[in-house]
């Protein structure tokens, strides 16, 4: 099961687990990671995936499936700096057709910080999933960050290989890494993704940085964020953004 607050590189680690677990495929190009997403398929979907699945949520810890405790899952968490997060999500709002948000980033952000955006608080979703994982000490969770994975993707594609058993050796990760850059992903998702613009154009692959929201915050928007990410996560030892917040 992979795990994400929105707009964190769901899109991104699902294709490399997928080739980490099932090696490369067409199926690639075929397949998009909202068909095997639990709360946008039918239990029926799901169940006539073929295993194994890498299955996907945004949900948060308390209500994910009760399977997950008891069936010993695998479970990636990837999540990203937050303000990275929010730029990202504002202009997922703004291009997708489905909402074609319209106000400034500004107006989006205060709807962000205080989780009146679809999935709800960012806060309260790290927080919830940090207290879960805690209170479960026998789930198998591997945490990793969108940073990480952008600093050096085979040294994280190793460390998952790693995590999920699949033995993959240097040559297979660099492999991934490259099919799995944002120019290759963009290229092979296009005909199966199902988030586009009114013109049809797809939306989910746009700049794939770290540190975009350098374009977007102005400074007291910065200092309100940095406050509030150390106010509600600064006591995590799950997730850490001190580095994130000049990156
Ligand atoms: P940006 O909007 O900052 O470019 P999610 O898949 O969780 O919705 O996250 C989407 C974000 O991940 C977008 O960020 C998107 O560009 C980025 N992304 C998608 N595929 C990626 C890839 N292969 N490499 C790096 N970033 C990727």
């Known amino acids: ?96 057709k489905t909402y074609k948000y319209s106000g400034t980033f500004s107006q989006y952000l205060q709807r962000f910080e205080s989780g009146l955006v679809d999935s709800g608080s960012v806060f309260e979703y790290l927080q919830n999933w940090e207290s879960g994982i805690k209170a479960n000490p026998s789930l198998k969770v591997h945490i990793l960050s969108y940073e990480e994975m952008n600093e050096d993707p085979v040294r994280e594609l190793g460390r998952l290989s790693d995590f999920l058993g699949t033995n993959r050796d240097g040559d297979f990760l660099q492999m991934v890494a490259m099919e799995t850059s944002l120019d290759a992903m963009r290229i092979k998702k296009e005909k199966v993704t199902s988030f586009v613009d009114e013109n049809g154009q797809p939306i989910m692959y746009r700049k794939g940085k770290v540190g975009d929201w350098v374009n977007h915050f102005n400074t007291e928007e910065r200092e309100k964020m940095d406050k509030l990410i150390a106010k509600e996560l600064g006591d995590s030892s799950l997730f850490k953004f001190e580095d994130m917040s000049t990156s």
């Open 1 to 96: 099961m992979l795990c994400s607050y929105p707009k964190s590189g769901c899109h991104w680690l699902w294709e490399c687990i997928r080739y980490l677990i099932l090696g490369v495929s067409d199926v690639h190009k075929t397949t998009d990671k909202e068909s095997s997403m639990i709360e946008l398929n039918t239990r029926e979907n799901i169940e006539a995936l073929e295993s194994p699945r890498v299955l996907n949520n945004h949900a948060f810890f308390d209500e994910q499936p009760a399977d997950l405790k008891t069936k010993g899952l695998k479970i990636v968490f990837v999540y990203r700096n937050i303000k990275d997060v929010a730029v990202s999500y504002y202009h997922h709002h703004t291009r997708d």
